[in-house]
């Protein structure tokens, strides 16, 4: 099961697990962001490659019109995946 | 260490996920498998998985996934059958060292299962994919 929510402050929560088949709910609440922002990975207890994928595109999208994205809170199994990927630089916290 | 081998079938289609997940969880079960190891085994599943779904519509045979535990090892295999050859581990390796300002979205399964599993294999026979992933227990 996978949730997520954009709250006032730009920061999403995510909870669950973020596999292929909620890569595109992951999307259309990431599109909505429009300036810094936060994804709190408090509750996040899965990710592949499709959720990785979403969550890279955003930040390539605000990067480029110079917003940063950071992750934060995010659990062991979390880092280790971004580890993988070489995107650990999105984590902090 | 008794053999134990579990198989199921499974709809080509990514809504199968969820009870493809279950099933590892299940199989897997046992000494030497904590959760961050069965999430591990979940993740590369997934990516053959999912590979499977959108590069070989060809098909529309279900996939089957056969997991073993013998003499130390989880040895799973995915099988695609009726379907043309394409080994996914014989892609060129994502460079995740690039700068993220260089980097697409895209191509990261087949390299997060190659960082999960110790051996991943490609073998193609009577129209049929088979992956199988090794996991050394002990």
């Given at each position: 099961m996978f949730e997520i929510e954009l709250l006032k402050d730009s920061t999403v929560v995510?909870?669950?697990?973020?596999?292929?088949t909620q890569a595109n709910k992951a999307e259309g609440v990431l599109d909505q962001l429009q300036g810094n922002s936060v994804i709190d990975c408090r509750k996040l207890d899965y990710i592949s490659s499709a959720g990785i994928g979403v969550v890279l595109a955003t930040y390539k999208r605000l990067s480029d019109k110079g917003y940063a994205l950071r992750m934060v809170n995010a659990s062991d199994h979390i880092r280790q995946v971004f580890r993988y990927a070489g995107l650990e630089q999105l984590l902090m916290g | 260490m008794p053999d134990d081998t579990m198989e199921r079938a499974f709809a080509k289609n990514v809504d199968s996920l969820p009870v493809v997940f279950e099933f590892v969880r299940e199989a897997a079960t046992g000494e030497h498998v904590d959760d961050d190891l069965t999430r591990s085994l979940q993740l590369a599943v997934e990516e053959i998985f999912v590979n499977m779904v959108k590069y070989h519509p060809e098909s529309a045979n279900d996939i089957s996934i056969e997991i073993m535990r013998k003499a130390g090892r989880l040895v799973i295999r995915v099988r695609d059958h009726d379907v043309n050859s394409y080994d996914p581990t014989g892609r060129p390796p994502v460079d995740v060292t690039k700068p993220i300002t260089?980097?697409?979205?895209?191509?990261?399964?087949?390299?997060?299962?190659?960082?999960?599993?110790?051996?991943?294999?490609?073998?193609y026979t009577d129209r049929t994919s088979t992956i199988t992933l090794i996991k050394n227990l002990e």
């Open positions: 995510a909870s669950g697990r973020l596999d292929a | 260089d980097r697409k979205p895209g191509g990261l399964g087949v390299h997060f299962v190659r960082a999960v599993m110790d051996d991943v294999i490609y073998e």
